[in-house]
């Protein structure tokens, strides 16, 4: 690790604060990309930023568009995701960069592909426009692999203090102590990441010299939202005078609530696994209690 030197793209957001807080302990070079410091669509401005000046340089690409409305999704992802993407990548070969890390999404893979068993593996048919533009940076990437070495991390939805989406959602009702409303009976199985986890897979990503090309990181057993949602609200232990955990709405109303953007993803079945376990490629993660307890205690 010593000697290296990394340039983090979005450091700001959410996973690029916690990458930054975990990499910059004195023994990394770390610099950090933002559309404060850097005009993300200037190559000219890239490669200039992600110069080598003679030190090995790994880029971390976490910069993008997520969790935001737009009025023209396709052409909003194209250009944040795809386009920022073509203008890191291949300013980073011309210029010598060894190594490009991207954060990419599950959402790649769909959000109901009714396969029992995803995996690194499993062919991606993405379902929203967010989903098709994190696979076509995927591609974009990884048809430059004999040029640039490529590490393709596949988060699922991430949780932590300031988790933006659905999970954020979730986290604030579960403070507020606010009954979960099923959708059906029985909910799916689904992932979720811690965002320290997120982190550690992400520097190993760029530290390692073996790693696989595409990944899906995991850090513990699949859970129900009902059981996810139960884990946070056990972790709140300063407030014990909340409702009971579960409520069932009527069908009519359910199936309205189906329909809601910032909950649908949650509610769909999609269980995903790695073919890689996290101690065999040295990642020592936090355990999931541990993990939400300190999501919840800020």
């Not at 990884?142 to 988790?163: H, N, T, Y």
């Not at 102590?177 to 959708?183: C, N």
């Not at 946070?232 to 955990?245: D, E, M, P, Q």
């Not at 409520?247 to 009519?252: F, G, I, S």
Request: proline share 7%; glycine share 8%; net charge positive.
């Amino acid at each position: 690790m010593n000697g290296r030197r990394f340039v983090i793209t979005g450091a700001g957001g959410f996973v690029g604060r916690a990458t930054v807080a975990l990499m910059d302990d004195g023994k990394n070079i770390v610099e950090t990309l933002s559309r404060s410091n850097v005009d993300y669509f200037d190559p000219a401005a890239i490669k200039k930023a992600l110069e080598p000046r003679g030190i090995p340089t790994t880029v971390i690409h976490l910069a993008g568009t997520a969790h935001r409305r737009v009025d023209d999704p396709e052409k909003c992802f194209a250009e944040s995701i795809v386009q920022l993407t073509s203008v890191l990548l291949n300013s980073a070969i011309e210029v010598g960069v060894d190594t490009f890390v991207y954060a990419s999404s599950s959402k790649v893979y769909g959000e109901s592909s009714g396969l029992s068993r995803i995996t690194e593996r499993t062919i991606p048919q993405p379902g929203c426009p967010y989903g098709r533009a994190k696979l076509v940076a995927e591609n974009l990437i990884l048809s430059k692999s004999d040029k640039i070495k490529c590490r393709i991390l596949r988060f699922p939805p991430i949780f932590g203090p300031s988790a933006g989406g659905a999970v954020k959602h979730l986290m604030r009702a579960a403070k507020l102590g606010v009954p979960l409303p099923l959708f059906d009976s029985a909910l799916p199985l689904r992932n979720f990441l811690y965002i320290e986890n997120a982190a550690k897979f992400i520097e190993k990503a760029a530290t390692a010299k073996d790693f696989p090309e595409i990944l899906n990181p995991v850090d513990g057993p699949s859970l129900t939202v009902a059981e996810f949602y139960d884990r946070l609200r056990s972790a709140i232990t300063a407030n014990s005078n909340h409702f009971g955990s579960h409520w069932e709405l009527p069908k009519l109303i359910r199936n309205g609530l189906k329909r809601v953007p910032f909950l649908e993803p949650l509610f769909a079945p999609f269980e995903i696994e790695s073919e890689w376990d996290a101690n065999r490629l040295g990642i020592h993660l936090f355990d999931r209690d541990t993990a939400l307890r300190a999501s919840v205690s800020v």
